[in-house]
């Protein structure tokens, strides 16, 4: 089955830097990986995906860079802003169940 | 609001005793998944329904644990003779068609 890892666990930036975090996954016939973005005590939102026939993405400052032969993702955010603070969760969905496997979270505190 | 409803918010039990939650989805979303998070953690899978159909059911879900999606729209999630182990925040979550999930506000449940 599909194994996510996601680094680092805690992210801590200047606003107005960009921020990057990584993950890596195991099933080679995973598709689509989205990433969610979850503040404390709510649930987790989906703040951009990437499907496996396009390399990268865009949507304002988000992006998210896709490396199929490498297995990894990438959530890139530039210009942070104090509400980007936040867990970020990338996400693999397994090829066979279409269940999505998370990684473990990085936490991202943007220092105002 | 049509997003993914769950209910009840917050559910406060006794070890031992029996609680049900449950999901409405997104009306259109033919699949249907409930995830479990804990404190610093991802959500972890814990089973999917197609339609009616149970597809899948993680090793995380004990015999303890009964889920069902009759007539294909809302699930419930069932824990019977809780353990404090089981408190977690527990998530649903729909898919269209395209993959694109969003999640449910979750159920939080402290078993004291």
């Known amino acids: 089955g599909e194994n996510v890892e996601q680094h680092p666990s805690t992210l801590s930036v200047q606003e107005g830097d960009s921020a990057v975090i990584k993950c890596t996954y195991s099933d080679s016939a995973s598709n689509y990986f989205p990433w969610y973005k979850q503040e404390l005590g709510k649930r987790p939102q989906l703040i951009i995906d990437i499907r496996s026939n396009v390399g990268e993405k865009k949507d304002q400052r988000i992006a998210v860079t896709l490396n199929k032969t490498a297995k990894h993702f990438s959530l890139h955010i530039t210009e942070t802003q104090p509400e980007d603070s936040a867990v970020y969760f990338c996400?693999?969905?397994?090829?066979?169940?279409?269940?999505?496997?998370f990684g473990t979270g990085t936490r991202l505190k943007v220092l105002a | 609001d049509t997003g993914v409803s769950q209910n009840p918010r917050h559910k406060i039990t006794k070890r031992g005793q029996n609680v049900t939650f449950r999901c409405d989805p997104i009306?259109?979303?033919?699949?249907l998944y409930w995830y479990r998070q804990t404190l610093g953690q991802g959500p972890e899978f814990l089973t999917y329904f197609q339609n009616e159909a149970q597809l899948e059911k993680s090793r995380l879900l004990s015999d303890r644990f009964s889920a069902e999606r009759p007539k294909g729209s809302f699930s419930t999630l069932e824990i019977q003779r809780t353990e404090q182990g089981d408190s977690a925040m527990y998530l649903c979550?729909?898919?269209?068609?395209?993959?694109?999930?969003?999640f449910g506000p979750g159920t939080r449940l402290t078993v004291t």
């Open positions: 996400a693999a969905e397994d090829s066979g169940t279409y269940k999505y496997i």
């Open positions: 979550a729909s898919i269209n068609l395209s993959g694109t999930g969003n």
């Open positions: 009306s259109e979303h033919n699949r």
